[in-house]
Structure formats: C-alpha cells, structure tokens
T-cell receptor
Framework: GAVVSQHPSRVICKSGTSVKIECRSLDFQATTMFWYRQFPKQSLMLMATSNEGSKATYEQGVEKDKFLINHASLTLSTLTVTSAHPEDSSFYIC????????????FGEGSWLTVV | AQRVTQPEKLLSVFKGAPVELKCNYSYSGSPELFWYVQYSRQRLQLLLRHISRESIKGFTADLNKGETSFHLKKPFAQEEDSAMYYCALSGQGAQKLVFGQGTRLTINP
C-alpha cells in the first residue's frame, strides 16, 4: 500500500527556536495533506489542510503564524513550528490523500516534538 | 459542523466474546464514515470505510443514518485486536477527516 513518511520521528529543540517537520508521500502524489496534533491519551486534532501550490487551510484556533505549512510539491508538505514553547510539545501526525485509489488517506508515523 | 463521538474511552472484553465499539456522528449532509486502528507503537491505519461495505479482520460496521451511528462490531474478539480504535468522518465534498476521541480496546485472554 501507499506509504507516508515523516521526518524527524523525534526532535528536541530549545524554547524560542523553530523546528521543521517533513511529511512525504513515498509512492504516490498527494495534492492534499493534513496535519494533526495528538496529546497523550487524546484523539487527533486536525490543525490544517495542506494544499499543493496554495495556502493551507487552518482549523479554528490554530495560529497560522506559529504553525507554518508549506506544500511545495506533490510529495512533500512541511510543518514549521516557529518560536517554539514547551506547550508546543506534542505528537504531530501528517496524512496524505491518495486520489488514485478512491481517496484513501494514509498516515505518517508521527513526530514527537519536545521543547525544552 | 462535523462531529464524531465515541462514548467509551476504554473497553475490555474477553477473548472469544463479541465486541462493539460505538460511534455516533453529527453532520447535516451525507457523510463518509471510517474506522481507523492504531496498534501499539504503529501508525494509524484504515480498518474499513462504510462505502466499501467490507469486512476486515472480522470487523464490520454499518452506517445507520436514522441513529447517526457507525458502530464497529466483531462477533469473536481475538487478543491481537487489542488496539486504539478511532471513528472518523469526512463530510460531503470535504476533504478533511474529523476524528472521534478514540476507544482503547483490550482483549483479555
């Protein structure tokens, strides 16, 4: 089946710095990718929909300037957490929609972000 | 607005017993419903979708529009079914998936 890969799987950064997480669709093209945030023992919270070649669509309450999303190619979307703070520490998950096989959405393995 | 509710955070049954994970949704149009499963230390993976009307790993789910439900069922639970299960909804023409809170299923030997 289709594979979505995230990198890095774990990252630790200092408060005030920015960190980038990549999401790649390895064997299919994805015009649409999604970014989720998951707190421990809680569900996935949709942060934004990433559209190739255009601006991302953010969910209510998600700060656009803090969580920068870029979808520059059909296989890559990036999430940059700017001026990170400890409360941004979380598990970030991306997913990608494969239109060729009935719009199935495949998920990445997730990225643990710890801000110290 | 799209909303998915899974009333049970935890569900524990014995091996061989029937399993039902509840899912209710709120959406004004015609939704597409999914069940995703997350095994320990693995990524989310699609278990089944209502439009396929298929059975995966012995699990089935029927969309009941009258009750706005999409409960997941399996007649005889197996230990390898222990996992986190998420019900999700995609609205008509919409692209995003909205998830329920998830139910952690534990199958006891």
């Amino acid at each position: 089946g289709a594979v979505v890969s995230q990198h890095p799987s774990r990252v630790i950064c200092k408060s005030g710095t920015s960190v980038k997480i990549e999401c790649r669709s390895l064997d299919f093209q994805a015009t649409t990718m999604f970014w989720y945030r998951q707190f421990p023992k809680q569900s996935l919270m949709l942060m934004a929909t990433s559209n190739e070649g255009s601006k991302a669509t953010y969910e209510q309450g998600v700060e656009k300037d803090k969580f920068l999303i870029n979808h520059a190619s059909l296989t890559l979307s990036t999430l940059t957490v700017t001026s990170a703070h400890p409360e941004d520490s979380s598990f970030y998950i991306c997913s990608a929609r494969e239109t060729a096989s009935g719009n199935t959405i495949y998920f990445g393995e997730g990225s643990w972000l710890t801000v110290v | 607005a799209q909303r998915v509710t899974q009333p049970e955070k935890l569900l524990s049954v014995f091996k061989g017993a029937p399993v039902e994970l509840k899912c209710n949704y709120s959406y004004s149009g015609s939704p597409e419903l999914f069940w995703y499963v997350q095994y320990s230390r693995q990524r989310l993976q699609l278990l089944l979708r209502h439009i396929s009307r298929e059975s995966i790993k012995g699990f089935t789910a029927d969309l009941n529009k009258g009750e706005t439900s999409f409960h997941l069922k399996k007649p005889f639970a197996q230990e390898e079914d222990s996992a986190m299960y998420y019900c999700a909804l995609s609205g008509q023409g919409a692209q995003k998936l909205v998830f329920g809170q998830g139910t952690r299923l534990t199958i006891n030997p």
